[in-house]
Nanobody, 120 residues
Framework: QVQLVESGGGLVQAGGSLRLSCAAS????????MAWYRQAPGKQRELVTE???????SYADSAKGRFTISRDNAKNTVYLQMNSLQPEDTAVYYC??????????????WGQGTLVTVSS
């Protein structure tokens, strides 16, 4: 099985920064796309940003210019650097990854979520 473990959430004041990490573990042969989603109270889960194995990135409009996604393929880890945080960024942030296992099976997994709270 493949698992994702997230870390780095917490409480920050508006204008502050946080860095989230998400490490994949298990019988991984390769990870392909990795991404960060978020879900605010009363709202649907939305894609924040994603990155391919080759490093191609895309961002939601709300994240452009403030958030940066990166990954370390050797560690099967993805990061989310969040700057200039605003109260509307308050949400549970979920990591997502897909790829292939050592038995050549496709997988896609979600992290358990980490809460980011931005105070005004």
């Amino acid at each position: 099985q493949v698992q994702l473990v997230e870390s780095g959430g917490g409480l920050v004041q508006a204008g502050g920064s946080l860095r989230l990490s998400c490490a994949a573990s298990g019988s991984i042969f390769t990870t392909n796309a990795m991404a960060w989603y978020r879900q605010a109270p009363g709202k649907q889960r939305e894609l924040v940003t994603e990155i391919t194995k080759g490093g191609t990135t895309s961002y939601a409009d709300s994240a452009k210019g403030r958030f940066t996604i990166s990954r370390d393929n050797a560690k099967n880890t993805v990061y989310l650097q969040m700057n200039s945080l605003q109260p509307e960024d308050t949400a549970v942030y979920y990591c997502y990854a897909n790829g292939r296992t050592q038995l050549d099976r496709y997988f896609e997994v979600w992290g358990q979520g980490t809460l980011v709270t931005v105070s005004s």
